[in-house]
């Protein structure tokens, strides 16, 4: 099983800033996904394939990143980006999920 | 638009089974495979299971494999998920997801499932 260990597991923000939540996986993958998930919501698939955005998503988030280590990134940062975010691959079964970075804004 | 409902979550007893329903609409519901996800309370995202368009392939992490059954009736363009023996870790809430693969590009509300006596 693949382990996905993300980091940080908590970060607080300020409107305008640019800000990096990185995703590291125990195997190399070919992709990564991640998906926002808001307070007492469901989760929305957010990127896939490691740097597509999804329908709707604004072009202030932007995925990247290979092999073992993967990135999103957003720039700036919006009141509405609040949520905890999750990376998730599928390159290897079982699909595994990171354990999520909570984003605050200050 | 994709819209997914799930129900039949609840309180239940370790031992006992439950079985959870999701109704699809918004999209041809045969030609795609189905998942279910779940999240413990304040806990990440752990995948259950998944099943093919047809029905005729399932599959399932170990921590539930022999325990839980997914299935579908397209012909109702819904989901289903049979928990038997269920356990307190098992305690969580349950999304369905519509699994283009190898993501999850929909997901229900959910439903809560807890297991305790």
């Known amino acids: 099983e693949i382990i996905l260990t993300q980091s940080p597991t908590i970060m607080a923000a300020s409107l305008g800033e640019k800000i990096t939540i990185t995703c590291s996986a125990s195997?190399?993958?070919?992709?990564m996904y991640w998906y926002q998930q808001k307070s007492g919501a469901s989760p929305k698939l957010w990127v896939h394939?490691?740097?597509n955005l999804a329908s709707g998503v604004p072009d202030r988030f932007s995925g990247s990143g290979s092999g073992t280590d993967f990135t999103l990134t957003i720039d700036p940062v919006e009141a509405d980006d609040t949520a905890t975010y999750f990376c998730q691959q599928s390159w290897n079964d079982p699909p595994t999920f990171g354990s999520g970075t909570k984003l605050e804004i200050k | 638009e994709v819209q997914l409902v799930e129900s039949g979550g609840g309180l239940v007893q370790p031992g006992r089974s439950l079985k959870l329903s999701c109704a699809a609409s918004?999209?041809?519901?045969?030609?795609?495979?189905m998942a279910w996800v779940r999240q413990a309370p304040k806990k990440g995202l752990e995948w259950v299971a998944t099943?093919?368009?047809?029905?005729?392939?399932?599959y399932y992490p170990d921590s539930v494999k022999g325990r839980f059954t997914i299935s579908r009736d397209n012909a109702k363009s819904s989901l289903y998920l049979q928990m038997n023996s269920l356990k307190s870790e098992d305690t969580a809430t349950y999304y369905c997801a519509r699994q283009t693969q190898p993501y999850f590009d929909y997901w229900g509300q959910g439903v809560m499932v807890t297991v305790s006596s």
């Open positions: 099943i093919s368009t047809s029905g005729s392939r399932t």
């Open positions: 394939r490691t740097s």
């Open positions: 195997s190399s993958l070919s992709y």
């Open positions: 918004g999209f041809t519901f045969s030609n795609y495979y």
